[in-house]
């Protein structure tokens, strides 16, 4: 499975869900493939996306936060696997879109192929762990996710490349972005 395949199965099982994409090609495929106000598009900060939706699901504890993580983005920022267990959001679903690689960057190698980041999640405490290689398998395991309890983690191992030549650059200024992160997280979405 590729990453925009991936993106897709998955935003096509949210409704009302807060949704956090990480930087780079995570993003971009996002709002390529759902663009609503629920998602904030990562624009740089690699490696933040996590901990940007921690923060939304200890204060909006009603709505379910979505991160869409990637692995090299995670391996920038380990200290939110533990950070999000101590906490325990019932609400926050950790997924990272695994191709062992910098997408977005020319497909440097992560370590992650040697590094089993959905281990790491367990270790640290979250409630929900699974991974995931197949279409079918994404699909069976999400409404786990999104009825389970928090904090759940989702490994998605994916291809290395891209399906498009060309993927979009997210079309909203950053500014626009964070309106409409204040507005869902302020209750008037």
Known sequence: MMREEAIQVILERLDREIVIAANGFISRETMVA???TENFYMIGSMGLAPSIGLGLALSRPERRVVVL?????LLM???VLPTASFHAPPNFIHIVLDNSAHGSTGNQPTFSAKVPLEQMAKAAGYRLVYRVARRE???AVLPLLLGGPGPAFL???LEIGDRREEIPRVSLHPEAIAARLRQVAAGSD
């Open 34 to 36: 759902r663009d609503r």
């Open 69 to 73: 993580d990637g692995d090299g983005n």
């Open 77 to 79: 920022n380990l200290g």
């Open 137 to 139: 398998e994404l699909e």
């Open 155 to 157: 490994l998605v191992q």
